[in-house]
């Protein structure tokens, strides 16, 4: 039986209703994608053009401003 057919609520509401027990319960939830601190060095974002050959993904990483903080995907 596939459980997913039968949910009654969206992934928001439940969301909302995780958080609205936890706070009920004085406890905190773990975020799914834990935020970095505001001191913490800035990570590199992996990146791929589509449509572009390798060596044209560098020519447009290279020319991008703030490329730096890029990385192109393996």
């Known amino acids: 039986m596939d ?3 039968y949910r009654l609520t969206s992934p928001v509401a439940s969301r ?3 958080s609205w027990l936890a706070a009920a319960h004085d406890a905190r939830l ?3 994608n834990p ?3 505001i001191d913490a ?3 590199p974002m992996v ?3 589509e ?3 390798a060596v044209e993904q560098q020519a447009a ?3 991008f401003p703030g490329g730096k903080r890029f990385m192109l995907q393996g």
């Open 3 to 5: 459980r997913r057919a």
């Open 16 to 18: 909302r209703a995780k």
């Open 30 to 32: 773990r975020p799914t």
């Open 35 to 37: 935020i970095a601190p």
């Open 41 to 43: 060095p800035e990570l």
């Open 47 to 49: 990146v791929r053009f």
């Open 51 to 53: 449509g572009l050959t």
């Open 61 to 63: 990483l290279a020319a």
